[in-house]
C-alpha cells in the first residue's frame, strides 16, 4: 500500500469523511476502495470515516495496492527520465513511438516501458499517464504512479494549475499571436481534424517566434487541448508544422516538427513548484 499524511488545521470539528473528500480531494469511489483494502490513521490509530477529527489531527490514509491491466504488456525500452519522486515519474518521450497501446500498437509503447521501469524498481502499480502525445510529437510526459496522484493531477489540470509549452518548427515568418479558432472533425476522416464553426472552442498562443533562415521557431502554449490543435492551428494560419503531411507540412523532417519542451506546475501532494524540461530533440538541429 502506499499513502500520504495531511493534518487537520482548522478548528472546528468535522466527520474524518469529510476532511477526506473536502480537504484531501480523495472521491467517493476512491473512499471505497480505501475502506475495503486500505486502511486510515488518525495519530496513528485505526479509524473509521465517522470519526470526528479535530484541529491538529494528522489522517494518514493508505491505499489498496494497484494492479495493472492483464493485457498490458511489459517492455524493456530504455526511458530518459528528467524528474521522478515517490508519486511522479516524467519522462523525455522519443518521437515514432505511441503514449498508449492501441489496436496499432499493442505493446511497444512509452506506457509499456514505464510498466517495465516500474517492475525494475519493484513498484506495484497500473499505469496512470497525465499528458499523452501524437506518436510523431517528442518531448515532457507525465505520468501519476498512482490513482489519487492522477486524480489530484485532474484537478490541477482543470483549475489551470498544469501548463506546457510545445517547441514547433514551421516554414516561413511568422509573428507572435493568439489563434482563437474552433476545432472539429474533418469529413469522411477519422483523424483528420479542420477549423470549422460547428467545432469546439479552441485557443493556441504562440508566445515566441525565432527566425533561423527560411524557418521559424514558436514556443507555443495551449489555452484549451483539442486533438491536433497545434497542428489544425498552424495550418490555419498558414504555417503547417514541418513534416506534417496530413496537414500539408513541407516534408524536410521524417515526422511532425513538434516537442513537448516544459512543464510548470505546484506538485500536488508535496506543494513544491516544479519546471520540467525536455531538450530540444537531435532532428530539429538541422534548423536550431
Not at 527560411?214 to 503547417?240: D, F, K
Not at 513548484?273 to 538541429?285: K, M, R, V
Amino acid at each position: 500500500m502506499y499513502g500520504f499524511t495531511l493534518r487537520r488545521v482548522a478548528e472546528t470539528t468535522v466527520p474524518l469523511r469529510d476532511f477526506l473528500m473536502t480537504d484531501c480531494g480523495i472521491s467517493r469511489k476512491m473512499l471505497t476502495q480505501i475502506k475495503q483494502g486500505g486502511l486510515i490513521l488518525v495519530d496513528g490509530k485505526p479509524r473509521t470515516v465517522r470519526y470526528d477529527i479535530r484541529a491538529g489531527e494528522a489522517v494518514t490514509v493508505h491505499f489498496p495496492v494497484e494492479q495493472p491491466a492483464e493485457t498490458m504488456v511489459r517492455s524493456k525500452r530504455p526511458l530518459t527520465i528528467l524528474f521522478e519522486d515517490d508519486y511522479l515519474l516524467a519522462v523525455d518521450k522519443p518521437a515514432g513511438i505511441a503514449t498508449i497501446p492501441s489496436r496499432l500498437h499493442p505493446d511497444d509503447t512509452l506506457a509499456n516501458a514505464v510498466l517495465g521501469y516500474y517492475e525494475q524498481i519493484g513498484l506495484q502499480s497500473a499505469i496512470h499517464v497525465i499528458n499523452r502525445l501524437d506518436r510523431d510529437t517528442s518531448g515532457v510526459v507525465l505520468f501519476a504512479k498512482y490513482a489519487y496522484v492522477h486524480h489530484r493531477f485532474s484537478e490541477l489540470q482543470q483549475t489551470g494549475g498544469l501548463s506546457r509549452t510545445y517547441l514547433a518548427l514551421v516554414e516561413g515568418p511568422l509573428e507572435p499571436q493568439t489563434i482563437d479558432a474552433p476545432i472539429g472533425r474533418a469529413p469522411d476522416s477519422i483523424m483528420e481534424r479542420i477549423v470549422t464553426a460547428d467545432g469546439q472552442h479552441a485557443v493556441t498562443h504562440i508566445l515566441e517566434a525565432e527566425a533561423h533562415g527560411a524557418y521559424t521557431a514558436l514556443s507555443i502554449a495551449l489555452e484549451t487541448g483539442r486533438t491536433h490543435q497545434i497542428r489544425v492551428h498552424l495550418r490555419h494560419i498558414g504555417h503547417p508544422l514541418l513534416g506534417d503531411t496530413m496537414y500539408g507540412g513541407k516534408t524536410v523532417l521524417d515526422r511532425h516538427a513538434l516537442h513537448s519542451a516544459s512543464a510548470a506546475f505546484h506538485h500536488p501532494l508535496t506543494g513544491e513548484e516544479l519546471f520540467i524540461q525536455a531538450p530540444d530533440p537531435a532532428d530539429f538541429q538541422f534548423i536550431l
